[in-house]
């Protein structure tokens, strides 16, 4: 949630995320509309499909147990190297080294001051050598404190990483409709019809090529899919 997302925005949606869905099995058994509509307000909702796949996944194939291996992690929906890591850190205190903007902002600030198009591999290089390996957990939560800290006084500096991307801008753009169109479906509105937007077509086929919709007797739906589908797809496959 807090991907390229404010604190003062995720906090209410966090909590009522976790109300609703305390645990992996209650995530997985969910279907997608009922996880978007819970996330509707923070954007990018793909993340909210990849979170409720690798809940499905996770009760799948790992009997509802998150894994702590980094391969079992990344074979998960939505989960690359720096998420794993961060999951490994935090949920099982492994001192791994992940990377990510706080840490990026306090190793450009102490080493990399005068230097762009910083490559992660040298920031992953100082996260290793500096991290506590008795205690990784508290480390990483005093990097993203100081990283807060120094983004709000000293500016985070993220355009020295050779990595950087600035963000497009939101108004306007595919993202946006991408957004209109889920919030439409989950107020069912399936017809779209007061969509202008000439860019509506190719959104939607989109959203369907990714399975966040389908089109059933011509009208438009979120997919529902429950994790018991999952399961039978699976086993038929092992079999």
């Keep these: 949630m807090l991907q390229q997302t404010q604190v003062s925005r995720v906090l209410p ?3 009522a995320f976790l109300a609703r869905f305390p645990d992996v099995q209650s995530l997985a058994m969910a279907t997608l509309p009922e996880v978007l509509a819970l996330w509707s307000g923070l954007g990018y909702n793909r993340r909210a499909k990849f979170l409720h796949m690798a809940a499905q996944q996770i009760v799948a194939k790992h009997g509802g147990i998150i894994p702590d291996r980094e391969s079992d992690l990344i074979a998960l929906p939505g989960i690359g190297k720096n998420t794993a890591g961060a999951i490994l850190a935090y949920a099982f205190n492994q001192p791994v080294v992940f990377v990510e903007t706080n840490i ?20 992953a290089v100082l996260v290793s050598e ?12 005093a990097l993203m404190d100081y990283g807060a800290h120094l983004k709000a006084t000293a500016g985070g500096k993220l355009a020295q990483s050779k990595h950087y991307t600035r963000q497009t801008v939101f108004e306007g753009s595919k993202r946006q409709l991408r957004g209109e169109v889920i919030r439409r479906l989950l107020a069912g509105d399936t017809a779209l019809s007061s969509i202008t937007d000439n860019r509506l077509e190719a959104v939607l086929d989109d959203l369907m090529r990714e399975s966040f ?3 059933i007797d011509g009208k438009l739906r979120l997919r529902a899919a429950p994790v018991a589908a999952i399961i039978a797809t699976d086993e038929k496959t092992d079999s």
């Design 104 to 123: 990026r902002t306090v190793f450009f600030h102490h080493f990399f001051a005068d230097t762009d198009g910083v490559d992660d591999k040298e920031v």
């Design 213 to 215: 919709i389908e089109r």
């Design 130 to 141: 500096t991290c506590d390996p008795e205690h990784p957990r508290e480390w990483y939560w």
């Design 13 to 15: 949606k966090y909590h």
